[in-house]
Structure formats: structure tokens, C-alpha cells
């Protein structure tokens, strides 16, 4: 029995698939510089040994993990959907772009277990594992960070005591001030209950509408100040921004305080004894 020799056989085979979309990106505002593209136009990309063709979608100052610094090398950053780049990619007979980054989100509180398990992987370099929550951390403990944090905490908390001081001394005179008129109401039959009611509802008015303008303006002014001196290790503005948050049961505790203090001295003084004749006669009453 004689073997013939056989011819090696290709087949390409295709299977039908919808037309690729343009895949649409996001730039930073330095790519765009550098390439001389806009918001709106579309580009051809040369990824993986074959073109795609993006259309900028938007733009933004940074993105997370690029270089940002402004160098002359530094041709900006183009943010593209993975599996859109791979079906251009495909489409256009080119290779597909693998991965060399993983974003994993975790459950509450489990980012720490999640990254020491990873770290103990014999293949994964330890200090390839970074977690945001580390980040954070050293950001807040790096003194550039920490220094402008703690002295608006502490700006925040001394603005808040000597409100509650001017409170209070300004409702200490206002009732003194008011003493004849008080005596008035007292020889008339008002009550010193009443008589408290009343004065301190209009203190609560005062103080309630100075402390809402108070916030408003606070928050305004804390988050337009704190991201422009939050700075990290290198002096450099921190990428993503920083998030102001005002945590609205702290903000409810501090202004509970800074009220307590004039309305407690409100009613103290407006229901202790007064003599009206005395303070009438103090007043040159009759």
C-alpha cells in the first residue's frame, strides 16, 4: 500500500456579524493639544497592529493612572471600552489588546482580605496589588494632606465656639436691655413661664436663621478652598479630586451645640426671679 502525499489545506472562515460601531473615547485635555483633535471628531487609532477609529466623546482635565505632569513627552491619555477596541480590532483582522490591569471591586470593608489574599499569590508581585483604600490613607496622613485638613477642622470648631460665646453674650445684654419691659409684663400677671416661652422662641428664630445661612455659606466655601489646598507628597493637585463630604450628623451635633449654649442662657435668665418694682425703679419706671 503506497501513501500519496496530501496538500495542506486553510479555511478561513467567517461568521456573520453586525458592523463594528465607531468606538467612542475619552480624552484628556492634553491628548487633544497634542494631536490637534476636538470633542466630536473622529480619529483613526493604531492599537494592537491595526486601526480603530474613535470619536472623542469628551474630554477631561486627567484620567486616573496617566501622567499628568505637562512634560514635553507627555502626550496626554485615551480612554477606550476594551471590548469595543477588541471588535475593531477582529473586524479589521488585527490582534486583540490584552489586559495588564485589573479593577476588582470588593464588598464594605473587605478590600483588606481581598488584597492580602492576592498579595500571597506566588505569581503576583505584592507590590503590584494597590488599593484605593491604602491610597486614601497615606493621603491623609502625608502632612500635605493632613496639615490643611486638621486646620480647617479646628478653623471650623473655634468659628463655632465663638458663635456660640457671641450667642451668648449677645442674648445676656438683650435681656438686660429688656429688663423694664419684662418688669411691665410681670406687673401686668404674665409669668415668668410665659415670659420664657416667648423669649426664647424669638432667640431660637435668631439663632436658627444665623445658623442655616451660616452652613450654607460654609459649604460653599468648603468646597470651593479645600480642593485647591489639598495637595499630595509631590505638591501636586490629588487624582481623582477630592470629595468634600459635610457628614450631616456631625454638621446636626455641631450646630445643636452652637444653639444649646444662647438658648440654655436664654432660659436660665428668663426664668429666674425678678423683682418688678426693683427693675422698674432701676429703669426710672413709676
Not at 21 to 45: H, N
Not at 113 to 118: D, E, G, N, P, S
Not at 220 to 245: D, F, K, Q, S, Y
Not at 265 to 283: C, E, F, G, M, Y
Given at each position: 500500500?503506497?501513501?500519496?502525499?496530501?496538500?495542506?489545506?486553510?479555511?478561513?472562515?467567517?461568521?456573520?456579524?453586525?458592523?463594528?460601531?465607531?468606538?467612542?473615547?475619552?480624552?484628556?485635555?492634553?491628548?487633544?493639544?497634542?494631536?490637534?483633535?476636538?470633542?466630536?471628531?473622529?480619529?483613526?487609532?493604531?492599537?494592537?497592529?491595526?486601526?480603530?477609529?474613535?470619536?472623542?466623546?469628551?474630554?477631561?482635565?486627567?484620567?486616573?493612572?496617566?501622567?499628568?505632569?505637562?512634560?514635553?513627552?507627555?502626550?496626554?491619555?485615551?480612554?477606550l471600552d476594551l471590548a469595543s477596541v477588541n471588535r475593531?480590532?477582529?473586524?479589521?483582522?488585527?490582534?486583540?489588546?490584552?489586559?495588564?490591569?485589573?479593577?476588582?471591586?470588593?464588598g464594605p470593608g473587605a478590600s483588606s482580605q481581598v488584597?492580602?489574599?492576592?498579595?500571597?499569590?506566588?505569581?503576583?508581585?505584592?507590590?503590584?496589588?494597590?488599593?484605593?483604600?491604602?491610597?486614601?490613607?497615606?493621603?491623609?496622613?502625608?502632612?500635605?494632606?493632613?496639615?490643611?485638613?486638621?486646620?480647617?477642622?479646628?478653623?471650623?470648631?473655634?468659628?463655632?465656639?465663638?458663635?456660640?460665646?457671641?450667642?451668648?453674650?449677645?442674648?445676656?445684654?438683650?435681656?438686660?436691655?429688656?429688663?423694664?419691659?419684662?418688669?411691665?409684663?410681670?406687673?401686668?400677671?404674665?409669668?415668668?413661664?410665659?415670659?420664657?416661652?416667648?423669649?426664647?422662641?424669638?432667640?431660637?428664630?435668631?439663632?436658627?436663621?444665623?445658623?442655616?445661612?451660616?452652613?450654607?455659606?460654609?459649604?460653599?466655601?468648603?468646597?470651593?478652598?479645600?480642593?485647591?489646598?489639598?495637595?499630595?507628597?509631590?505638591?501636586?493637585?490629588?487624582?481623582?479630586?477630592?470629595?468634600?463630604?459635610?457628614?450631616?450628623?456631625?454638621?446636626?451635633?455641631?450646630?445643636?451645640?452652637?444653639?444649646?449654649?444662647?438658648?440654655?442662657?436664654?432660659?436660665?435668665?428668663?426664668?429666674?426671679?425678678?423683682?418688678?418694682?426693683?427693675?422698674?425703679?432701676?429703669?426710672?419706671?413709676e
Amino acid at each position: 500500500m503506497a501513501w500519496l502525499p496530501t496538500a495542506a489545506l486553510t479555511l478561513d472562515l467567517r461568521v456573520p456579524q453586525p458592523p463594528v460601531p465607531v468606538v467612542e473615547g475619552v480624552a484628556t485635555d492634553r491628548y487633544l493639544e497634542s494631536t490637534g483633535a476636538r470633542v466630536g471628531q473622529r480619529l483613526s487609532v493604531r492599537l494592537g497592529g491595526g486601526t480603530v477609529p474613535v470619536r472623542i466623546a469628551r474630554a477631561v482635565r486627567a484620567l486616573p493612572t496617566t501622567p499628568s505632569d505637562g512634560a514635553d513627552d507627555d502626550g496626554g491619555a485615551l480612554l477606550l471600552d476594551l471590548a469595543s477596541v477588541n471588535r475593531a480590532l477582529q473586524a479589521a483582522e488585527g490582534e486583540a489588546v490584552l489586559p495588564d490591569e485589573w479593577w476588582l471591586a470588593t464588598g464594605p470593608g473587605a478590600s483588606s482580605q481581598v488584597a492580602a489574599a492576592l498579595r500571597q499569590w506566588p505569581d503576583i508581585d505584592p507590590s503590584r496589588v494597590v488599593v484605593c483604600d491604602e491610597i486614601a490613607e497615606q493621603l491623609r496622613d502625608d502632612p500635605f494632606g493632613a496639615g490643611p485638613g486638621n486646620a480647617f477642622a479646628a478653623a471650623a470648631f473655634a468659628a463655632a465656639a465663638l458663635t456660640a460665646v457671641g450667642f451668648a453674650v449677645s442674648t445676656a445684654g438683650s435681656l438686660r436691655e429688656r429688663s423694664a419691659e419684662f418688669g411691665v409684663y410681670r406687673a401686668l400677671g404674665a409669668s415668668r413661664r410665659r415670659l420664657a416661652r416667648v423669649v426664647l422662641v424669638e432667640h431660637a428664630v435668631l439663632v436658627g436663621t444665623a445658623l442655616a445661612v451660616g452652613v450654607v455659606l460654609g459649604a460653599v466655601l468648603a468646597r470651593a478652598v479645600v480642593p485647591l489646598v489639598m495637595l499630595t507628597a509631590e505638591a501636586t493637585r490629588p487624582l481623582p479630586g477630592v470629595l468634600v463630604v459635610l457628614p450631616p450628623p456631625r454638621v446636626a451635633a455641631l450646630l445643636a451645640a452652637v444653639a444649646a449654649v444662647p438658648l440654655v442662657i436664654t432660659a436660665v435668665l428668663a426664668l429666674r426671679r425678678v423683682d418688678a418694682v426693683s427693675s422698674l425703679r432701676d429703669r426710672g419706671g413709676e
